[in-house]
């Protein structure tokens, strides 16, 4: 057995004995959204606009026990899905949670990332949440995605940040040098974890970072195991994130946590500084910015492959003529105080209030402005505050 199939083998086991993510199972959909799993808002994020079509094939690669599968059947009711997993265990948990819910349009495979390519057909949207860094060859396992990604496609990918996570990587470290001989027994692994935590003094930095940060969803073993004994693990920083991105041939569309790499939010009061940030190349402020903000637990973006095209919304004309509707991810509507697709308060006047009300998917930007005084302007900041999508004339 190779190395690569060895450490398959162990994460396959690890997934077996702790099956990841540990979420209950429901008699009904999942509760909320998660904007980066639904195709019409994820796309409109990535363009500045409504996609042309809904009836879309989904992968969801490195599934687990089928959380972010559940949410991608029912977040897209045209889509048909997709789910592979290395984990037989979590796969049949990964059933279990699709079919009481009534997510009804997934097929699931006992699959390797590696070989996605025995999957029939292309894939309109690809999502790998938490697998690409678990990979002993990350850069395989995106350009075998890649290959399956169709034109015009959209990839959305999480990976762990290793600034964010330096305590996490140290707990590894000196887990595994107490366990020894019993490395790959995860069951000891968490209980020797487990010990390490009760036992440091209380101001202990690596203690300080579990309580702040991770101990609320690590009272459950799955998570704990997951976390601090896994047996392959990978962490980035923007320089060698940006070498696996590069790896997949796919464009970068942009992170999908923007305002975190606005430099403005950290390097505001200085704008001299500001102005030198300027001769920088995008990869260089976004290192810069990981690192005068080292907080990077993950990075989650969204890859793309030509033709893709971006919607321009200046031309007064352009947009006049544009059809808006709600995007689907904002939650409290009707009201003048709502949640947006990122969960965040979003505060309305009554006029923006009238106008949202307006978007019925039938009339253009100029009907509704016939009747509600609103400007253009403040039509833009819909579009920048991700609250409507457009379909172009």
């Known amino acids: 057995m190779s190395d690569s199939q060895t450490i398959s083998a162990a994460v396959a086991n690890l997934y077996n004995t702790y099956p990841f993510p540990p979420e209950p199972l429901l008699d009904e959909p999942p509760p909320g959204y998660n904007w980066r799993w639904h195709w019409l808002a994820a796309y409109n994020f990535c363009t500045g606009r409504k996609p042309q079509k809904q009836n879309i094939q989904i992968l969801d690669a490195g599934c687990g026990t089928g959380v972010g599968t559940e949410y991608l059947v029912h ?7 997709v789910g592979i997993d290395l984990s037989a265990g979590a796969i049949e948990v990964a059933k279990e949670r699709c079919q009481r819910s009534g997510a009804n349009r997934v097929e699931f495979h006992h699959l390797s990332l590696y070989d996605v390519e025995q999957l029939a057909g292309e894939f309109d949207f690809i999502n790998c949440v938490g697998v690409l860094h678990h990979l002993p060859d990350p850069i395989r396992g995106i350009k075998a ?33 107490l366990q020894g001989e019993k490395r790959g027994d995860y069951r000891d692994g968490v209980q020797v974890g487990r010990k390490i935590f009760s036992s440091l003094p209380e101001k202990n930095r690596i203690v300080k970072r579990e309580k702040e940060r991770w101990s609320l969803e690590n009272q ?21 994130l940006f070498e696996l991105i590069d790896a997949s041939g796919l464009e970068f569309i942009g992170f999908s946590n923007p305002s975190f790499w606005d430099l403005e939010r950290l390097l505001g009061k200085a704008p001299e500084l500001i102005e030198r940030a300027q001769n920088l ?62 969960y965040q308060i979003v505060n309305l006047s009554p006029a923006e209030l009238e106008f949202l009300q307006n978007c019925n998917s039938h009339s253009t930007v100029a009907e509704i402005l016939a009747n509600v005084q609103l400007s253009l302007d403040e039509v833009r900041k819909f579009l920048k505050q991700q609250l409507i999508l457009l379909t172009p004339a």
């Open 75 to 81: 977040l897209n009711p045209e889509a048909n899905v």
């Open 145 to 177: 995605l890649a290959k399956k990604l169709a034109p015009g496609g959209l990839m959305h990918i999480f990976v762990y940040g290793e600034l964010g996570r330096w305590e996490i990587q140290l707990m590894q470290k000196a887990i595994a040098l």
């Open 220 to 240: 459950r073993d799955e998570c704990f195991a997951d976390m601090y004994v896994h047996p392959q693990e990978i962490d980035y920083n923007i320089e060698t």
């Open 281 to 342: 190349s995008d990869h260089q402020r976004y290192r810069l910015i990981e690192l005068l903000d080292p907080e990077v637990t993950h990075y989650e973006f969204f890859l793309g492959r030509p033709p893709l095209a971006k919607a321009d919304w200046s031309e007064d004309k352009i947009l006049l003529a544009a059809i808006p509707e709600l995007n689907p991810c904002i939650d409290g509507f009707p009201s003048q105080c709502i949640f947006n697709y990122d």
